[in-house]
């Protein structure tokens, strides 16, 4: 199985950074799809950016442009880099990776998440 941990959120300005990451018990270059979800006061959990085994890169068109994903091979981490954040960014954030259709364990692992807040 997988176990994942977030850190790097926090309070931040509008128009700010933050770079949230999220390191995993298995080899993230081997998983499936790693993601990043977030879910605001209110709303359903939405998948914010995910990135492929092959190195393929998903954005939502609220955050594109502003967020780049990336996988740090050195620190076995997936990365959100998040720039030009926005109020409405404010949510808690969720590491989430599938193993994809040829494992025997199950598919899909949730980190705990982090809290992002973006507020004056």
């Known amino acids: 199985q997988v176990q994942l941990v977030e850190s790097g959120g926090g309070l931040v300005q509008p128009g700010g950074s933050l770079r949230l990451s999220c390191a995993a018990s298995?080899?993230?270059?081997?998983?499936?799809?790693m993601g990043w979800y977030r879910r605001a006061p209110g709303n359903e959990r939405e998948l914010v950016a995910s990135i492929t085994k092959g190195g393929n890169t998903y954005y939502a068109d609220s955050v594109r442009g502003r967020f780049t994903i990336s996988r740090d091979s050195a620190k076995n981490t997936v990365d959100l880099q998040m720039n030009s954040l926005k109020p409405e960014d404010t949510a808690v954030y969720y590491c989430?990776?599938?193993?994809?259709?040829?494992?025997?364990?199950?598919?899909?692992?949730w980190g705990q998440g982090t809290q992002v807040t973006v507020s004056s």
């Open positions: 989430h990776c599938n193993l994809g259709p040829d494992t025997v364990l199950p598919r899909n692992y």
């Open positions: 298995r080899n993230i270059f081997s998983i499936y799809v």
